[in-house]
């Protein structure tokens, strides 16, 4: 038995489905047939020689403690994840994706026992036939967003309500797929969203809203209708209706609406939606507006407004910190992936750094930057709610 370790199924199925590695030539390579690999992901622990583990860790690309380092949280089912065009991808990379959650909920426990965070703050036990933009309103007065104003940033505004974001590029497949939310924990109590980095600076806010919605509205089994809910909660939560109608434009064109997607900070498609569904625009005139957009093209870039619009470069496109701060507040050290690797047991270091990435890094102060002695961690960020 000196030559064995004691592997944990759970860990050989996350490694294999975040790596999106099919199981017929893993198991030839250890010598098992598919159905002993089956019953391997599907144990508590197996004893396995350590040259197998080895074998194991350098073909999946993750380290040899990962293997026989118990699993730190629960596993998130995949039915779970509120993912936009569920339908269209394929189940190995929604395993992919729920391995990737399991990943950030094991680091949010762990950076949890050394600081603090927010406390949840989102509506709870909405009523039966509660609109998305009732929805919205309530989200907006647990959040403290001073009504009918624009929100500065939508991911901060999200993180102070207790809600981690992360954003790696861990191959959602297309842009269907921006962002997904899910709730995890013991009793499904502790939310994450996770979005993939993009350059448009209002699809960022945009996607961030929508997940929003579902944790708001979505909180167990998903409606018919869960994704046009997402995105009438996204617009309402950017720009509430009441402002909305009094801001619009008598006449709207895309000219017209430039100037409602620089303050409020959505996109002219949205604009385009939100305005049709309050009732301020009717069919015919969004449809020519939409075909505007697929008509005009960017001078420079070549590519159209549909895919490209106007203004997609005056903005830096929106990033999570809380992460980030939790680590220098908590441990007193700045984040990377061989620490959230270590903190873990063992996920590999490419895909912490990619959570790492995506974190806006904390300030400094100005003689931290020539080398001194950065500010204390306590300042960081004040997570209080406004009186």
Same mark, same amino acid.
């Not at 949280?73 to 992919?96: C, Y």
């Not at 046009?228 to 434009?249: G, S, T, Y």
């Not at 912490?352 to 400094?364: C, H, K, L, S």
């Given at each position: 038995?000196?030559?064995?370790?004691?592997?944990?199924?759970?860990?050989?199925?996350?490694?294999?489905?975040?790596?999106?590695?099919?199981?017929?030539?893993?198991?030839?390579?250890?010598?098992?047939?598919?159905?002993?690999?089956?019953?391997?992901?599907?144990?508590?622990?197996?004893?396995?020689?350590?040259?197998?583990?080895?074998?194991?860790?350098?073909?999946?690309?993750?380290?040899?403690? @990962?293997?026989?380092?118990?699993?730190?949280?629960?596993?998130?089912?995949?039915?779970?994840?509120?993912?936009?065009?569920?339908?269209?991808?394929?189940?190995?990379?929604?395993?992919?994706?729920?391995?990737?959650?399991?990943?950030?909920?094991?680091?949010?426990?762990?950076?949890?026992?050394?600081?603090?965070?927010?406390?949840?703050?989102?509506?709870?036990?909405?009523?039966?036939?509660?609109?998305?933009?009732?929805?919205? !309103?309530?989200?907006?007065?647990?959040?403290?967003?001073?009504?009918?104003?624009?929100?500065?940033?939508?991911?901060?505004?999200?993180?102070?309500?207790?809600?981690?974001?992360?954003?790696?590029?861990?191959?959602?497949?297309?842009?269907?797929?921006? !962002?997904?939310?899910?709730?995890?924990?013991? @009793?499904?109590?502790?939310?994450?969203?996770?979005?993939?980095?993009?350059?448009?600076?209002?699809?960022?806010?945009?996607?961030?809203?929508?997940?929003?919605?579902?944790?708001?509205?979505?909180?167990?089994?998903?409606?018919?209708?869960?994704?046009?809910?997402?995105?009438? @909660?996204?617009?309402?939560?950017?720009?509430?209706?009441?402002?909305?109608?009094?801001?619009?434009?008598?006449?709207?064109?895309? !000219?017209?609406?430039?100037?409602?997607?620089?303050?409020?900070?959505?996109?002219?498609?949205?604009?385009?939606?939100?305005?049709?569904?309050?009732?301020?625009?009717?069919?015919?005139?969004?449809?020519?507006?939409?075909?505007?957009?697929?008509?005009?093209?960017?001078?420079?870039?070549?590519?159209?407004?549909?895919?490209?619009?106007? !203004?997609?470069?005056?903005?830096?496109?929106?990033?999570?910190?809380?992460?980030?701060?939790?680590?220098?507040?908590?441990?007193?050290?700045?984040?990377?992936?061989?620490? @959230?690797?270590?903190?873990?047991?063992?996920?590999?270091?490419?895909?912490?750094?990619?959570?790492?990435?995506?974190?806006?890094?904390?300030?400094?102060?100005?003689?931290?930057?020539?080398?001194?002695?950065?500010?204390?961690?306590?300042?960081?960020?004040?997570?209080?709610?406004?009186?």
């Amino acid at each position: 038995m000196a030559d064995t370790v004691l592997v944990y199924g759970h860990r050989v199925r996350q490694a294999r489905t975040i790596r999106s590695s099919p199981i017929k030539p893993l198991a030839e390579m250890l010598g098992l047939t598919p159905s002993a690999w089956t019953a391997l992901e599907r144990s508590a622990g197996t004893r396995m020689p350590v040259l197998r583990v080895r074998a194991l860790a350098l073909r999946l690309r993750f380290p040899q403690e @990962f293997f026989t380092s118990p699993p730190a949280g629960l596993p998130v089912h995949r039915g779970s994840l509120l993912l936009r065009a569920k339908k269209s991808i394929k189940i190995a990379e929604v395993d992919a994706l729920t391995a990737f959650a399991e990943m950030v909920q094991e680091l949010w426990q762990v950076l949890s026992q050394h600081a603090t965070h927010p406390p949840l703050r989102l509506p709870k036990n909405l009523l039966a036939g509660t609109t998305p933009e009732d929805a919205a !309103a309530l989200t907006r007065l647990a959040l403290d967003l001073e009504e009918g104003e624009p929100i500065p940033h939508v991911t901060h505004a999200v993180e102070r309500a207790g809600v981690p974001i992360v954003v790696a590029d861990i191959g959602m497949p297309d842009a269907k797929h921006d !962002a997904f939310s899910v709730w995890t924990g013991d @009793f499904h109590d502790e939310p994450l969203i996770v979005a993939r980095p993009v350059n448009s600076w209002e699809r960022t806010r945009w996607s961030i809203a929508h997940e929003l919605g579902h944790l708001v509205m979505h909180h167990g089994a998903l409606p018919e209708a869960a994704e046009d809910e997402a995105n009438r @909660f996204a617009n309402a939560f950017l720009f509430p209706p009441l402002a909305l109608e009094m801001e619009w434009p008598a006449t709207a064109t895309l !000219a017209t609406l430039m100037p409602l997607k620089r303050r409020w900070q959505m996109s002219l498609s949205s604009l385009i939606m939100h305005g049709r569904h309050n009732q301020l625009l009717d069919e015919a005139r969004a449809t020519g507006l939409f075909k505007q957009l697929s008509a005009r093209r960017d001078s420079v870039t070549h590519v159209t407004w549909r895919v490209q619009e106007p !203004a997609w470069d005056e903005l830096e496109p929106e990033r999570p910190r809380l992460l980030a701060v939790m680590t220098e507040r908590g441990m007193d050290e700045r984040p990377s992936a061989e620490l @959230f690797s270590a903190l873990t047991g063992g996920w590999s270091k490419d895909l912490m750094q990619e959570v790492v990435d995506g974190q806006r890094p904390a300030p400094v102060k100005a003689e931290a930057k020539r080398g001194l002695a950065s500010e204390p961690v306590s300042n960081v960020v004040d997570f209080r709610r406004r009186a």
